[in-house]
């Protein structure tokens, strides 16, 4: 009996939580050495794949230029205000999406044709709208990021229990009310999952419209460094940009985890 509880007993192992750190540490560790081997055997083109050392002093270089934060700073104000004006319009019609049906079938299927399409082509659009200057920029923002708002939205509202809607109707909530109180605290989830992927996107958009035209943010910082053929300085631009995303992203990821801990 001894033995067979011996046998049975399942055996210690890593938690899968650390086998899963212990994976990725191992891809970064692995791209990171093809790196440095393919800058070190010069297959390609002189600089077009630096080594390591020198693409960390050129981040370290550019934390410490005034000029980037300044490009940096209107990047972000160009994100933001298309994420708050995107997000905000997405929410809206989301909500009218999940809430009435004849729209949900008349106008949702746009939604899922238009949201894949790149909207980089709009861009001259928008030139011709807003002008060369922010406001076009914004508006590439603002309509990356309303799509997958909207449709998160959307189907957030589909899920929303029977019993919660019929309690507000019971006490004749209106429309403001039925929307603070019962539709927003139950779709907490869709509308971060929604942000999460806006932002994403709505970074994507307004750092591409930068690299077409014009002479401020990150993407301008980006696309001039390909030009002047500053593969280093191109490279740290790159990096500081996806840092700066991942970590955004999970700060908006932590805010919605402690609303939904407030909310039980």
Not at 18 to 25: H, K, P, S, W
Request: charged fraction near 10%; hydrophobic fraction near 55%; include cysteine.
């Amino acid at each position: 009996m001894a033995e067979t509880g011996q046998l049975t007993q399942a055996p210690l192992s890593v938690p899968a939580i650390g086998r899963v750190t212990l994976v990725r540490i191992a891809i970064i560790a692995t791209i990171l050495i093809i790196w440095e081997a393919t800058a070190a055997s010069g297959l390609l083109f002189r600089d077009v794949v630096p080594s390591l050392v020198v693409i960390a002093r050129a981040v370290a270089n550019l934390l410490v230029e005034n000029e980037f934060y300044w490009h940096l700073g209107v990047t972000a104000g160009e994100v933001g205000t298309g994420l708050v004006i995107g997000g905000l319009a997405g929410l809206a019609v989301g909500i009218a999406l999940g809430a009435n049906r004849f729209l949900s079938q008349a106008f949702e299927h746009f939604l899922y044709y238009l949201g894949p399409t790149p909207k980089i082509i709009f861009f001259p659009v928008m030139i011709m709208w807003f002008g060369v200057g922010p406001g076009s920029k914004v508006a590439m923002g603002t309509i990356s990021c309303f799509f997958p708002i909207a449709l998160s939205v959307a189907a957030g509202m589909r899920q929303i229990d029977e019993v919660l809607i019929r309690v507000g109707k019971s006490f004749r909530a209106n429309t403001w009310q039925m929307v603070s109180k019962i539709y927003l605290p139950a779709m907490r989830a869709p509308i971060v999952n929604g942000v999460r992927l806006g932002l994403g996107v709505a970074i994507i958009g307004t750092l591409l419209a930068e690299t077409k035209l014009s002479n401020r943010g990150v993407g301008f910082l980006i696309i001039n460094s390909y030009s002047t053929f500053n593969m280093p300085r191109m490279y740290s631009l790159l990096i500081i940009v996806f840092v700066l995303a991942i970590g955004v992203n999970a700060l908006v990821s932590r805010l919605g985890n402690l609303e939904a801990a407030k909310g039980r």
